[in-house]
C-alpha cells in the first residue's frame, strides 16, 4: 500500500514541478535577458505567455485521449489555471530581472518557481484526490490565484506608470 504523504507530494514532485520548471526555463532561456524584458509586467506576460503554449498543447493530448468532454471542461479550468500558476511566477521572475543584487536575485528566481510548483501542486492535489469536497475547492483556488495575479499587474502598473514619470525629470 503505498502511504498517505505519498499522495501529498507526489502532484507536487511528478506534476507541478515539471512543469513548471518547463515554463520558468523557456521565459529564463528565451526572454529574461532580452532587451524588450524592461519592466516588471514583461515578467508576467512572458510568463503567462509560456504557459499558454503548454497549456494548449496538454489540452489537445488531454482532448485526443479522453474527448472532447474533457477538453472542453479543462478550457475553463486547466487551462486558465496555467496562466495563473505562471503569472504568479512571473511576478516574481519580474521583481528578480530588476533586482538589486545577485543574491536577491536568486532568491527571487526561486521565490519565483517555489510559487508556481505551490499552486500548481495544490490544483492538481485536491483534483487527483478524488475527494468530491475536495475537488470543488479548485474554484475558490482559481479566485485566490487571480485575485493574487491581479494585485501583481496593479503593481506591475503602478512600477510602469512611476518608471514613465520619472523619466520626465
Given at each position: 500500500?503505498?502511504?498517505?504523504?505519498?499522495?501529498?507530494?507526489?502532484?507536487?514532485?511528478?506534476?507541478?514541478?515539471?512543469?513548471?520548471?518547463?515554463?520558468?526555463?523557456?521565459?529564463?532561456?528565451?526572454?529574461?535577458?532580452?532587451?524588450?524584458?524592461?519592466?516588471?509586467?514583461?515578467?508576467?506576460?512572458?510568463?503567462?505567455?509560456?504557459?499558454?503554449?503548454?497549456?494548449?498543447?496538454?489540452?489537445?493530448?488531454y482532448t485526443l485521449?479522453?474527448?472532447?468532454?474533457?477538453?472542453?471542461?479543462?478550457?475553463?479550468?486547466?487551462?486558465?489555471?496555467?496562466?495563473?500558476?505562471?503569472?504568479?511566477?512571473?511576478?516574481?521572475?519580474?521583481?528578480?530581472?530588476?533586482?538589486?543584487?545577485?543574491?536577491?536575485?536568486?532568491?527571487?528566481?526561486?521565490?519565483?518557481?517555489?510559487?508556481?510548483?505551490?499552486?500548481?501542486?495544490?490544483?492538481?492535489?485536491?483534483?487527483?484526490?478524488?475527494?468530491?469536497?475536495?475537488?470543488?475547492?479548485?474554484f475558490p483556488l482559481?479566485?485566490?490565484?487571480?485575485?493574487?495575479?491581479?494585485?501583481?499587474?496593479?503593481?506591475?502598473?503602478?512600477?510602469?506608470?512611476?518608471?514613465?514619470?520619472?523619466?520626465?525629470?
Open positions: 500500500e503505498v502511504p498517505w504523504w505519498f499522495w501529498f507530494i507526489s502532484p507536487f514532485l511528478f506534476v507541478a514541478l515539471p512543469e513548471e520548471f518547463g515554463k520558468f526555463w523557456m521565459v529564463k532561456k528565451v526572454a529574461y535577458y532580452h532587451p524588450k524584458f524592461n519592466e516588471l509586467m514583461d515578467g508576467i506576460s512572458y510568463c503567462i505567455i509560456a504557459s499558454m503554449g503548454f497549456a494548449v498543447f496538454e489540452n489537445v493530448m485521449q479522453y474527448g472532447t468532454a474533457t477538453g472542453m471542461l479543462r478550457a475553463f479550468t486547466a487551462v486558465p489555471a496555467h496562466a495563473l500558476f505562471s503569472g504568479l511566477m512571473g511576478f516574481y521572475m519580474g521583481h528578480a530581472r530588476f533586482a538589486a543584487t545577485p543574491q536577491e536575485e536568486k532568491h527571487l528566481l526561486r521565490k519565483a518557481l517555489f510559487m508556481g510548483v505551490l499552486f500548481h501542486g495544490l490544483y492538481d492535489f485536491l483534483l487527483m484526490s478524488a475527494i468530491p469536497y475536495l475537488m470543488l475547492l479548485i482559481l479566485l485566490y490565484m487571480a485575485n493574487q495575479l491581479h494585485q501583481g499587474i496593479r503593481l506591475a502598473n503602478a512600477n510602469r506608470q512611476l518608471a514613465e514619470e520619472l523619466e520626465y525629470f
